[in-house]
């Protein structure tokens, strides 16, 4: 089950404290066609609310923040040549990372998909 | 098509004479010579006269009619400062400075009017462009900074409203970047502010009037705090049309003062200069400046390069020497009151325009279409987009086939949907109310027949262009098939 930031960001529960982290469907249509993501460092560590990395649209450049503290384990390598992907698949194909979790309790902090729906709703007003 | 494409073998735009003398053997050692041939185009005079005009003919540009590209000033420049700036064409840099008393007379003369408009103790002339004027000064601040012995000072803060060179000058110079959320009136939001500023911040970049067309008003409690935490204060002349000849950003408390003479001071601009940024500073930074420095002895001018707590050379020579000249010779013409009077205008037109876009078309942190605006104003067509799907991208796309240049769009990030609008002084009041017009049409559209402003525009030599596959894939250089 996905879990989602205010940030807009999307992790998910792969296996014990391994999650896949991307941006959500929303951000990837807010941001237009996506013509360039840099992809972290396999081993580098991050704290929850970094910035993980920058993703680049037509429209405009925007950080992703870490959803959860942790270790980036892999990235999506597919997105460097084909950053559409996340346009076309943002929280299936479009993953960005792969983590290992330092803190599993911080995903309780995070909003379920119908919460995150909620406050998309509201945040449009 | 390219000049190359037009080439057919044997084609000549001038013909030498045949020789009447002997040839001479220049003995060119063989490894200065080519091994290729060039393969220019082969075309007739008339040819080359055809293509370039054709391809004038395609482009869009402040001479053929409006370009209310926010931000970017486009306003009409005088051809006289092109006149002006043609007669210094035979200079060369490496002339000695005797030969060219002239030319540095006016590079002092423009500096010292520089320096009174902006409200400065010194300043360089020698930044190419705006983003260069931007490292420069951000460079300027770091010596500053060290040369006191404050190694601390390794952040800058930068408003989330700011042109996005704000953030990449400061990084270049070495800078960790901290952005600052804008208050629910889309100004510097002061508590948000205290809690940034500390013995870390090196400076704070700052846009006045900012990117939303709106003033801050609490600069002065803005330069006190940054003073206080000791920070400097950094403008970014992006908007100083709104405020030229009426308010000094040194007198507001700016330490560092960037220009951008080819907006403000009037040379046709825009994807590729060439531009101008001087960069100008309060007395305690003057020793920091890059070399050379253009000054007076008696009646005789040089270029000091004796600054030994410069940051250096930032360029080659001594900057865009043709745009100086036009700066200089458009402040001349225009005067005292005529620069007053210029960013008046471009206030009043925009305020004009504003008013009769907001009948039917919402401005940004302005709810009910009152509020006043500087040189220029931000619509916000999230509404538009919510009630019929056409986004800003269509409008803009739509505006090009009514003969009009697209504002700024996707400008500044904190309106989503942003169409920024900056007129500049030099439009009548009959082109102000044909843009609001085209554009009252394209909304009225939007609501019968979105699906055609998708297509849009239809008129301009080139169709929708494929934006993503040009940033994913660009081709930048033309190759022999």
Redesign the interface.
């Known amino acids: 089950m996905k879990k989602y930031t205010k940030t807009h960001e999307w992790v998910e529960v792969i296996e014990g404290n391994k999650v896949k982290v991307g941006i959500s469907d929303h951000a990837q249509d807010?941001l237009?066609?996506?013509?360039?993501i840099e992809l972290p460092e396999v081993g580098s560590e991050f704290k929850k609310g970094d910035t993980l990395t920058t993703i680049?649209s037509?429209?405009?450049?925007e950080d992703i923040y870490a959803p959860v503290s942790g270790k980036v384990t892999a990235a999506n390598e597919e997105l460097s040549d084909h950053?559409?992907i996340i346009n076309e698949d943002a929280e299936g194909k479009g993953w960005i990372v792969e983590m290992e979790m330092s803190d599993p309790s911080e995903l309780n902090d995070l909003m379920t998909k119908e919460e995150y729906e909620k406050f998309l709703e509201e945040e449009?007003g | 098509m390219t000049i190359f494409e037009r080439s057919k073998k044997g084609r000549r735009a001038y013909s030498f004479p045949e020789y009447d003398v002997p040839e001479v053997d220049l003995k060119i050692p063989e490894h200065l010579m080519r091994s290729e041939k060039a393969e220019l185009p082969e075309v007739y005079e008339v040819d080359v006269v055809r293509h370039y005009t054709e391809l004038e003919a395609k482009n869009y540009s402040v001479d053929r009619g409006f370009y209310p590209l926010g931000s970017c000033t486009m306003k009409y420049n005088p051809k006289l400062n092109e006149d002006m700036s043609a007669l210094f064409r035979w200079l060369h840099p490496y002339q000695p400075e005797e030969t060219i008393q002239g030319a540095l007379k006016l590079m002092y003369e423009l500096k010292e009017m520089l320096m009174e408009i902006t409200g400065t103790d010194d300043m360089t002339l020698v930044p190419s462009a705006g983003a260069h004027g931007e490292l420069t000064g951000m460079l300027i601040i770091r010596a500053y900074h060290l040369d006191r012995k404050d190694y601390k000072r390794s952040k800058v803060i930068v408003p989330d409203s700011a042109h996005g060179t704000n953030p990449a000058s400061a990084a270049m110079a070495g800078f960790k970047v901290v952005e600052l959320k804008s208050s629910d009136e889309g100004l510097v939001d002061l508590k948000e502010l205290e809690k940034e500023l500390d013995e870390t911040t090196a400076a704070i970049m700052l846009t006045n009037p900012n990117t939303l067309g709106y003033f801050e008003r609490d600069i002065l409690k803005i330069a006190e705090m940054a003073h206080e935490a000791g920070a400097l204060l950094y403008y970014d002349g992006a908007n100083l049309n709104a405020i030229m000849g009426r308010a000094r950003p040194g007198d507001m408390g700016f330490d560092v003062v960037h220009l951008n003479l080819h907006k403000t001071f009037s040379t046709p601009h825009g994807m590729g200069g060439p531009g101008s940024g001087p960069i100008g500073v309060k007395e305690e930074l003057r020793e920091f400046l890059p070399v050379p420095v253009v000054r007076k002895d008696g009646d005789r001018y040089y270029l000091d390069y004796d600054l030994p707590k410069s940051i250096g050379m930032v360029r080659s020579f001594y900057g865009n020497f043709g745009v100086l000249v036009k700066a200089y010779t458009y402040i001349l013409t225009m005067g005292r009151d005529g620069l007053k009077m210029a960013s008046d205008m471009a206030v009043l037109n925009a305020n004009y325009l504003k008013k009769l876009l907001s009948e039917f078309y919402p401005i940004a942190y302005d709810k009910d279409g009152k509020r006043a605006c500087m040189h220029e104003f931000v619509a916000d067509g999230t509404k538009l987009l919510k009630e019929t799907g056409v986004k800003t991208l269509d409008v803009a796309k739509a505006l090009l086939d009514r003969g009009f240049h697209a504002p700024t769009v996707y400008f500044p990030l904190i309106v989503h949907e942003a169409l920024m609008i900056e007129p500049t002084e030099t439009e009548s009041k009959e082109t102000l109310e044909a843009f609001a017009n085209a554009l009252k049409e394209i909304v009225e559209e939007a609501k019968k027949n979105p699906q055609s402003l998708k297509e849009a525009p239809k008129n301009t030599p080139v169709r929708r262009l494929d934006e993503a596959t040009a940033s994913r894939k660009p081709i930048v250089k033309w190759s022999r098939k």
């Not at chain 1, 037509?58 to 450049?61: D, H, M, N």
Request: hydrophobic fraction near 30%; avoid cysteine.
């Open positions: 807010q237009g066609d996506i013509v360039y680049e037509v429209k405009s450049a950053p559409e449009e």
